[in-house]
């Protein structure tokens, strides 16, 4: 297990990893179909949208979490 500090940036992480993924998957198969190379294409955009991704959402995350506080109203 990891301390808690580290959070935010398992989140980035994750979280790039995952939308990266699937986002590359389906630009791949719209740019070149279900062809048999597809795998390969897929995994090369995918290794390099994913360092981009994870940078990007760790300056991004903190903007993105003030924009969603001023436009949710507070339970209390």
């Known amino acids: 297990m990891l301390p808690a500090r ?3 940036v398992l989140f980035a992480a994750i979280m790039s990893g995952l939308m990266s ?3 590359t998957c389906v630009a791949t198969i719209r740019a070149v179909g279900m062809d048999p190379g597809m795998a390969g294409k897929w995994m090369g955009a ?3 949208a994913w360092p981009i991704a994870f940078v990007v959402l760790l300056f991004v995350a903190p903007l ?3 924009l969603v506080a001023a436009l949710v109203r507070s339970e209390a």
């Open 6 to 8: 580290f959070a935010p």
């Open 21 to 23: 993924c699937i986002v």
């Open 46 to 48: 995918w290794v390099l």
């Open 64 to 66: 993105a979490r003030r």
